[in-house]
């Protein structure tokens, strides 16, 4: 699912369509209109008699605290916290006295309804991964999952779930809350939804895809996949969260001809550089889209990325970054986004033209060894082939910059405009401020942290 509008609508449906169970794991979950409206589908579900798990990533969302317990209070809903910070008014001090544990991350981003249909992929729950933000919006990816792998799927949710490192929100908040404090929440969070300008109407989308099903289920690819997923018992002090990079690794290792990636966040340590030489050295093509200085929200991944650029270059690599100002995707977005920034958050692979991997894994060592992640891997050349159609728009001249070097060995930027080629000596489309800090930033001895 590579638009934002049916990527969120088929969340929707999964809440609409839950008959026993609806289990959803998310690194993020923003407060704004569609973060509003997924919760209202989720507590309609439970209002059925559906059984809701909803386990969220921590450190961000600690003001929400009473809201989250206000719906945990509803007898078909629990919410759990994974790893959360010990210290909910004062979280600086967890991140300077215990920084080791509360670095360590939950980047999953899993959905499962009735442990029959599931959504895996790089999204998570707000409007800037739906095409609905009016600053900036993400080129996505996620897939939609049906058949066996799905029960793998709960269970690796259920090992989440049940974790050391996973507390109820019952267990954090002060005190209790009840029926009448998801009343009070329930109303005001409607009456946000209706005031709000959500630009689709969801009414119409959702028959549109009840009357479409049949055309949805002829589109499935059925092919042989599973998931990899990291053991969340890994955050606990002394270990690293490396099934799914131990994975990766294995499957480079027998790369025969080709890898296209698509990562917003491109850190590779010397180790991994090393293998791009190596393949190079196999004469297979690897080609990588990631975000462009002017196209990424991290400035500090990007500088960690920049200082790798000329090697991986000399190694062989194909380079692009995204453009912020590309209309390619728009399409997908919503009028109200206007002419909002877009930028990459895809995480994608795929191999030798014969099969995938999509998911939350970002190729930087946050991922690789301090955040847990999950993915699928799917076996499908016609998968593959949809994938690597995708792929194609994000590297296509007018919505990318092509990055080489020139005969001097100097980084080139290589755009086209309205048509004509354009080449730049320096980040493109960045300005003075965004250079200087992201120059700064490759001072700081922080690499193993990106």
Known sequence: MSGGREAFIVRLALADLAERSLDMQYYMWDGDTTGRIVVDHVMKAADRGVRVRLLVDDPFYKDSDSVKACLDAHPNVEIRLFNPLTNRRWSILDFIFDFGRVNRRMHNKLMVADNAAAIVGGRNIGDIYYGVNTIANYRDLDVLAVGPVVPDLSRVFDQYWNSCSTVPISAIVDSEHGADDLDVVMFRLREAIAAADYPYPIDHDLDQLATQSGELRDNLVWANGYIVADDPESIAPGRESDNVIAFIRERIAHLKKELLVESPYFVLPAGAQATVKGLQQRNVRVRVLTNSLASNDMLPAHSGYAKTRRRLLGHGMELYELRPDTDAFRSGWSLVSGRSRAALHAKAMAFDGEAVFIGSFNLDPRSAVINTEAGLYIESAELTKRLTDYMGT?????????????????????????????????????????????????????????
């Open 394 to 450: 994000g590297v296509a001249p007018e919505n990318c910059y092509r990055v080489l070097l020139d005969p001097k060995g100097e980084l080139v930027w290589e755009t086209e405009r309205d048509g004509q080629k354009v080449s730049y000596r320096d980040e493109p489309d960045a300005g003075f401020r965004r250079r200087l800090a992201a120059n700064l930033c490759k001072l700081l001895p922080i690499d193993s942290q990106l």
